[in-house]
């Protein structure tokens, strides 16, 4: 069964430095998404991406976070000087857009700690 | 304001017993996804419905558009169902995504 992929599984970092956290995803699908989730508090919804764009973002998603599809495969958030409170599991996900199916094809998340 | 309401919270059955778990909404969406969230972190997509009813295997999601509601059913249940189930909407206000704080299931054998 494809699957989404989500590297490093793990990142601890030092406050204000950047952290780029990679995601392929499922390879006919179009639609990519970064979630996080703070420990013990829910998803929260980051940031959609289509067409090499971003087509919806939160307010969590402000100027220190990017994301970028550098190549056919790949697709990266970046957060540029980290903060203690960004210390959260960050998913990623990937859709065809179809409306079938269970919709959603969640990686198994990058557990970022910052210190 | 909360966007999404699941009950109950928490929920602890005997493995056998037949499950239900809701979801109240109150804005418009495009479409519901029910997750399942394991304990060691990982998220797998269950559903995404936007009318009627699907079933898969011994899940089966329900929804009522009208009433702004869903429920996810498991039968037979069994101790590798517990997890954290989370409801989640797709607006269809622009691409906002809204998630439930989640359902905390255990199955006792």
């Known amino acids: 069964e494809p699957e989404v992929t989500q590297t490093p599984s793990h990142q601890v970092t030092q406050m204000g430095q950047e952290v780029i956290l990679r995601c392929v995803p499922i390879?006919?699908?179009?639609?990519f998404y970064w979630y996080r989730q703070i420990l013990g508090q829910k998803v929260e919804f980051l940031v959609s991406?289509?067409?090499?764009?971003?087509?919806?973002k939160s307010e969590i998603f402000d100027d220190q976070f990017s994301v970028e599809r550098p190549d056919g495969s790949n697709f990266t958030l970046k957060i540029r000087s980290t903060k203690l409170e960004d210390s959260a599991m960050y998913f990623c996900?990937?859709?065809?857009?179809?409306?079938?199916?269970?919709?959603?094809?969640f990686g198994s998340g990058t557990r970022l700690t910052v210190v | 304001k909360n966007e999404v309401e699941q009950s109950p919270q928490n929920l602890t059955a005997q493995e056998g017993e037949f499950i239900t778990i809701n979801c109240s909404y109150s804005?418009?969406?495009?479409?519901l996804h029910w997750l399942q969230q394991h304990p060691g972190g990982g998220i797998v997509s269950l559903f995404m419905l936007s009318s009627g009813k699907k079933k898969h295997g011994r899940l089966i999601a329900t929804i009522n558009i009208q009433e702004k509601h869903s429920s996810l059913h498991i039968t037979a249940s069994h101790p590798r169902d517990s997890a954290v189930y989370i409801c989640a909407l797709d607006s269809n206000t622009g691409n906002q995504f809204y998630f439930g704080t989640g359902t905390s299931l255990t199955v006792i054998p």
């Open positions: 996900a990937s859709s065809d857009g179809s409306g079938t199916g269970a919709g959603y094809t």
């Open positions: 804005v418009g969406i495009s479409a």
């Open positions: 991406f289509y067409n090499n764009e971003i087509s919806e």
């Open positions: 390879s006919n699908h179009l639609y």
